[in-house]
């Protein structure tokens, strides 16, 4: 079963619904598996945890 992972800010829950969907759609198709073995990892991580060139994303 592939697994993919996906690391990014906070989204709505029909943000991402439309984001599993569009994933699972292209990884089936490119690698020729059967939607229904895909599993997808949503892992969010807030503004303020999160900085580059040593500033926190929420203060930019």
Same mark, same amino acid.
């Given at each position: 079963m592939p697994h993919i992972s996906i690391k990014g800010p906070e989204i709505s829950l029909d943000a991402k619904r439309t984001l599993v969907q569009e994933i699972?759609?292209? $990884?089936?198709? $490119?690698?020729?598996?059967?939607?229904?073995?895909?599993?997808?990892?949503?892992?969010e991580c807030p503004k303020e945890n999160i900085a580059t060139a040593g500033v926190l994303i929420v203060d930019r």
């Open positions: 699972t759609r292209i $990884a089936s198709e $490119a690698y020729g598996i059967p939607k229904e073995k895909f599993m997808i990892h949503i892992f």
